[in-house]
Structures are given as C-alpha cells and as structure tokens.
C-alpha cells in the first residue's frame, strides 16, 4: 500500500553508466533514486555524486536478466514505498556489429535477454508499482535493418515495439508511457558502434538528460 508521506521514486534501470547514470543524477534534486546496475563500483560512485547533490539513493547491483532477483526488488520497493512514480529503462546490450550470417548464438542469446525479454518481464513487474498516475521512459535506437545491426537492431526494436504497445494500452488509464530518442552520446555503446569517431563532437550525458527532463515534464 502506498505510504502517505512516501517519498517520490525513480526506478533507474542501467544506471551506473551514461544515459542511466546522468538521468538518476539529475532526478536526485526531487526523487528518491533505486538505481539498479551489474556494477557495483559504478553504483557506488553514483551515490557518491548523488549525495553530493543532497540526493539519496537506493543500490541494486544486479542483472536485469535475473526474474527473481528483479521481483524481489519490486516487491521490496512495494513494502518500502508502495509504488514507483518513474521508470527509466536505460539498460541495454550492444553486441559487436557483425553480418546476419556470422551472428554468434551467445550474442544473440544476451542481446536477446537484455533488449528484449528482460523488458517483457519486467514491465509486468513495474506496471502495478508506477499504478495509473506513473511515468515509464523508453529510448528507442532505430538501427532496425542497418547492415551489421541484425542483433542489436533486431532485439533493440523489440524492446521498443513492446513498450509502443503498452503505450497505446495505457494510454486513458496510465500509467503515461514515454518512448523518446536521445542525441549521440560517447556512451561506451556508441564506441562499439562508431569507432574512431570525434567524442568530442558528442552530447554530453548530464546535457542529454537534462533536455529530455524538460521535455518529460514541459
């Protein structure tokens, strides 16, 4: 049940690095952030920068892929707080680039589990907690049908061809659904993509993040 003076709650999901990372940051002013990573050294250096700006943070150092570990947070978020006011799904896996044909059965089995499946277990789980006035935030890549994308681009669309349903779903009754496109970053998963490119020339992901918070909440 949700608690009277509960405070407002962030789900930041990939949030040790880049997009996830600035966005839980950034949110910190006015959320309490449930910042969840494999990383645990990254989550730590999170909350240090957090706190630093008189934010607070709850660590999850897990795998988005694990069901039970990812149920037994969203039920330990319900008996603590009740509910969930945002959810930024900025997890993702980015494989090599590689052709169709030459797809390696592991890559496309953790592309597959993180881009995708991971997404269809856990809006279910994420759904009741954001209840009807909740925000879920998605951040397409369109790389759907890009020569050496098959994996990514394949499991990437998927994730965000299910969050389009829901979207539509919801869209009288909520929670409100939000699916957006970020500007170039020199996140570690651009580098995968473009290597060699000028970083420099990026957006920055504090710069990022800040502009899609205005638009989030124009």
């Known amino acids: 049940m949700e608690q009277t003076n509960a405070p407002k709650i962030a789900l930041v999901t990939g949030a040790s690095r880049g997009l996830g990372a600035a966005l839980s940051e950034l949110l910190s002013a006015e959320y309490h952030i449930v910042a969840v990573a494999r990383t645990t050294g990254a989550l730590e250096e999170l909350d240090d920068r957090i706190q630093a700006r008189g934010g607070s943070a709850t660590l999850a150092p897990m795998d988005i892929t694990n069901r039970d570990a990812m149920a037994q947070l969203c039920r330990s978020i319900y008996d603590r707080w009740g509910k969930i006011d945002l959810w930024a799904h900025t997890a993702v896996h980015a494989t090599a680039l590689t052709p169709a044909d030459h797809i390696m059965a592991k890559d496309w089995d953790k592309s597959m589990a993180v881009n995708a499946?991971?997404?269809?277990?856990?809006?279910?789980?994420?759904?009741?907690l954001l209840g009807d006035k909740g925000t879920a935030v998605f951040f397409d890549d369109p790389k759907a049908g890009e020569k050496l994308y098959g994996a990514y681009g394949a499991t990437k669309t998927a994730q965000i061809a299910l969050a389009r349903s829901w979207q539509k779903e919801t869209e009288r009754l909520g929670p409100r659904v939000v699916i957006t496109e970020p500007d170039p970053m020199p996140t570690a998963t651009r580098a995968r993509f473009h290597p060699g490119e000028d970083r420099e020339a990026l957006n920055a992901?504090?710069?990022?993040?800040?502009?899609?918070?205005?638009?989030?909440?124009?």
Request: charged share 15%.
């Open 205 to 218: 992901p504090m710069d990022v993040a800040k502009k899609l918070l205005d638009q989030l909440f124009a």
């Open 117 to 128: 499946t991971a997404t269809g277990v856990l809006i279910p789980y994420i759904s009741p």
